[in-house]
């Protein structure tokens, strides 16, 4: 059982979930509603759908009449019983309903920020790190999220399921005994049914030097019934650890806290990644709950992202200064397990970039000029005899 504290947002209502039952003509029935394959087929993806459970702006009408030509909209029955049906500036609505601005090029905007594709040496491989490499696993995932780094990738049918490349990210890896680590991401890798993603979890597992292997999934917070017993097992059998994406702490509903307790109890280590975005989360209030949620929830916050310049995407972008002063007002003043580490990664494939405020203010012959969270200023003396 969760406990009363763990979440403590309203549930949703039944009527919410009849009213998006019905633009399939279907009844509400709470064991399709909490079948994750029912879930998948019932996703929202176009405007007429939209138009009948949420008030959308002329923005949104705009955005959703245009841009799935760019990139795919989509949102689960699940996700789409949480957006605010009055309010356009629903901080979970901003995230997956497009809008006008996505058809809007700032200067900086790329197609292909980090610079994945220059450095693939194998179809859906990025090996950028060292002892690290990204295998992006499919093209789809359960929703959309307006600002994803990999729209050019995501969504648009040219990537062939791992299942039909992974002969040949097999051979990559096994030649490559410096790489220890892999990170599969995507597309969302826990769309993939148990049996495929045991077979994959199995092959990257029988490699010596893989010591180390992370999905990357947004699964989670989209679509929570996923995260059945048997999937647990198939994670813990191949001692994965999971990175999910919350950028809300509207996204830590009942159902997201039950999803988290089976990972958690099945021994799966949870981390969780969060795109600061504008009018989304950047402030230090929601920040702060969203992070102090995921700790109820046994999920540590690893990194927050400055948003990437992907094309379409500079409404939802903040500037740097905006983040160093957010992650300021949490580092100290919250225990650091609340306090994920701020990155910008490098455009043009420079790899992830840690910032924050300066605290080493000056370190020479021995002496560090430290600067604390409070602002005030302390030394440190290496030890004279080395
Ligand atoms: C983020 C990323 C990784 C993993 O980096 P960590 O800092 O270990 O989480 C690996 N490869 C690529 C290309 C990445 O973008």
């Given at each position: 059982?969760?406990?009363?504290?763990?979440?403590?947002?309203?549930?949703?209502?039944?009527?919410?979930?009849?009213?998006?039952?019905?633009?399939?003509?279907?009844?509400?029935?709470?064991?399709?509603?909490?079948?994750w394959r029912?879930q998948m087929r019932h996703r929202l993806t176009?405007?007429?759908?939209?138009?009948?459970?949420?008030?959308?702006?002329?923005?949104?009408?705009?955005?959703?009449?245009?841009?799935p030509?760019?990139f795919a909209v989509a949102v689960t029955?699940?996700f789409?019983?949480?957006?605010?049906?009055?309010?356009?500036?629903?901080?979970?609505?901003?995230?997956v309903?497009?809008?006008?601005?996505?058809?809007?090029?700032?200067?900086?905007?790329?197609?292909?920020?980090?610079?994945?594709?220059?450095?693939?040496?194998?179809?859906g491989?990025?090996?950028?790190?060292?002892?690290?490499?990204?295998l992006l696993a499919l093209d789809s995932c359960a929703a959309y999220c307006?600002?994803c780094t990999r729209s050019r990738l995501v969504s648009q049918g040219e990537m062939y399921p791992v299942t039909r490349r992974?002969?040949?990210?097999?051979?990559?890896?096994?030649?490559?005994?410096?790489?220890?680590?892999?990170?599969i991401s995507g597309g969302d890798p826990l769309l993939m049914a148990?049996?495929p993603l045991?077979?994959l979890?199995?092959?990257?597992?029988?490699?010596?030097?893989?010591?180390?292997?992370?999905i990357g999934s947004r699964v989670?917070?989209f679509l929570?019934?996923r995260?059945?017993?048997?999937?647990?097992?198939?994670?813990?059998?191949?001692?994965?650890?999971?990175?999910?994406h919350?950028?809300?702490?509207?996204?830590?509903?009942?159902?997201?806290?039950?999803?988290?307790?089976?990972?958690?109890?099945?021994?799966?280590?949870?981390?969780?990644?969060?795109?600061?975005?504008?009018?989304?989360?950047?402030?230090?209030?929601?920040?702060?709950?969203?992070?102090?949620?995921?700790?109820?929830?046994?999920?540590?916050?690893?990194?927050?992202?400055?948003?990437?310049?992907?094309?379409?995407?500079?409404?939802?972008?903040?500037?740097?200064?905006?983040?160093?002063?957010?992650?300021?007002?949490?580092?100290?003043?919250?225990?650091?397990?609340?306090?994920?580490?701020?990155?910008?990664?490098?455009?043009?494939?420079?790899?992830?970039?840690?910032?924050?405020?300066?605290?080493?203010?000056?370190?020479?012959?021995?002496?560090?000029?430290?600067?604390?969270?409070?602002?005030?200023?302390?030394?440190?003396?290496?030890?004279?005899?080395?």
């Amino acid at each position: 059982m969760i406990q009363n504290n763990v979440v403590d947002k309203p549930v949703v209502t039944t009527t919410r979930r009849e009213e998006i039952c019905q633009i399939f003509g279907e009844t509400y029935n709470p064991e399709l509603w909490n079948d994750w394959r029912w879930q998948m087929r019932h996703r929202l993806t176009k405007l007429e759908h939209f138009q009948q459970v949420l008030r959308l702006t002329p923005a949104e009408e705009k955005g959703l009449a245009i841009a799935p030509e760019k990139f795919a909209v989509a949102v689960t029955p699940y996700f789409a019983s949480l957006l605010d049906s009055e309010d356009p500036l629903c901080p979970l609505r901003l995230q997956v309903i497009p809008r006008s601005e996505e058809l809007l090029v700032d200067a900086a905007d790329m197609v292909d920020p980090c610079g994945e594709d220059h450095d693939s040496p194998v179809a859906g491989l990025v090996h950028r790190y060292p002892d690290r490499v990204l295998l992006l696993a499919l093209d789809s995932c359960a929703a959309y999220c307006r600002y994803c780094t990999r729209s050019r990738l995501v969504s648009q049918g040219e990537m062939y399921p791992v299942t039909r490349r992974l002969d040949a990210i097999v051979a990559y890896l096994e030649e490559h005994t410096e790489v220890r680590d892999v990170l599969i991401s995507g597309g969302d890798p826990l769309l993939m049914a148990d049996e495929p993603l045991d077979k994959l979890l199995g092959r990257l597992r029988a490699i010596p030097h893989i010591e180390f292997v992370r999905i990357g999934s947004r699964v989670p917070s989209f679509l929570p019934t996923r995260i059945t017993p048997e999937l647990v097992a198939v994670l813990r059998k191949h001692r994965v650890w999971l990175s999910l994406h919350f950028c809300h702490v509207r996204e830590l509903t009942q159902e997201v806290a039950q999803a988290c307790d089976l990972l958690a109890d099945g021994g799966i280590p949870l981390g969780s990644q969060t795109v600061l975005l504008k009018n989304v989360n950047d402030s230090e209030q929601t920040l702060k709950q969203l992070f102090h949620g995921l700790l109820k929830l046994r999920v540590r916050p690893y990194y927050l992202y400055q948003c990437d310049p992907v094309v379409g995407t500079s409404h939802l972008r903040t500037s740097v200064q905006t983040g160093i002063d957010l992650i300021s007002k949490l580092r100290g003043h919250t225990t650091g397990y609340a306090v994920p580490t701020y990155v910008i990664d490098a455009p043009g494939g420079g790899g992830k970039v840690p910032i924050q405020a300066d605290t080493l203010l000056a370190y020479s012959n021995g002496t560090a000029k430290l600067r604390n969270w409070e602002g005030e200023m302390y030394t440190y003396v290496d030890p004279a005899l080395q």
